[in-house]
T-cell receptor, first 113, second 115 residues
Framework: QQQVKQSPQSLIVQKGGISIINCAYE??????FPWYQQFPGKGPALLIA?????SEKKEGRFTISFNKSAKQFSLHIMDSQPGDSATYFC????????????FGKGTMLLVSP | DGGITQSPKYLFRKEGQNVTLSCEQN?????MYWYRQDPGQGLRLIYY???????QKGDIAEGYSVSREKKESFPLTVTSAQKNPTAFYLC??????????????FGPGTRLTVL
């Protein structure tokens, strides 16, 4: 079964610190890797995504690092803020309009004031 | 406003009853998806549809049914055969062409509770 393994399950970071969430995948054919952010009682929202032709992508305080040989990718949140407290999901899929996303189980991030 | 709407926001069901969750999108997206979310389980795919009048089972389709009679609508029926239906249900859609074809957008969700 195609899997995406996400860690840690939960994370507490102080305001201003760096939050790091890691994901590992098995299917080497995956070539689209998005991260979603979900607040309690809401639907997930696409945060940032990367394809394996680059090793890093940055959007504001959010950075994805990608290691193709290790089949791992991670989300870094710089200068973490209490408003970043949410559940984060990594996912992976084939780069095809007809593929489906395989999600990690999520990381609950709490940024303490 | 363009987006995905799900209704109702909260739904209560007695055991043995079928219930239907609504999902509508005005994004002109081709594909639509239903996910189930349980605490600590991530998002699990129930059904998806890439074209009107066609749909495929996801990883946990047992006890659920769908229809796709219109491009904009993808209702999910939770049948009495679903043994543990209490969960948060999420509908999503995405285009199958264009620069954003990999971007999947989610609705606000429906929380179903079986009494």
């Amino acid at each position: 079964q195609q899997q995406v393994k996400q860690s840690p399950q939960s994370l507490i970071v102080q305001k201003g610190g760096i939050s790091i969430i890691n994901c590992a995948y098995e299917n080497t054919a995956f070539d689209y890797f998005p991260w979603y952010q979900q607040f309690p009682g809401k639907g997930p929202a696409l945060l940032i995504a990367i394809r394996p032709d680059v090793s890093e992508k940055k959007e504001g305080r959010f950075t994805i690092s990608f290691n193709k040989s290790a089949k791992q990718f991670s989300l870094h949140i710089m200068d973490s803020q209490p408003g970043d407290s949410a559940t984060y999901f990594c996912a992976a899929s084939l780069n095809s309009g007809y593929s489906t996303l395989t999600f990690g189980k999520g990381t609950m991030l709490l940024v303490s004031p | 406003d363009g987006g995905i709407t799900q209704s109702p926001k909260y739904l209560f069901r007695k055991e043995g009853q079928n219930v239907t969750l609504s999902c509508e999108q005005n994004l002109n997206h081709d594909a639509m998806y239903w996910y189930r979310q349980d605490p600590g389980q991530g998002l699990r795919l129930i059904y998806y549809s890439q074209i009107v009048n066609d749909f495929q089972k996801g990883d946990i389709a047992e006890g659920y049914s769908v229809s796709r009679e219109k491009k904009e609508s993808f209702p999910l029926t939770v049948t009495s055969a679903q043994k543990n239906p209490t969960a948060f249900y999420l509908c999503a859609s995405r285009p199958l062409s264009g620069s954003s074809y990999n971007e999947q957008f989610f609705g606000p969700g429906t929380r179903l509770t079986v009494l």
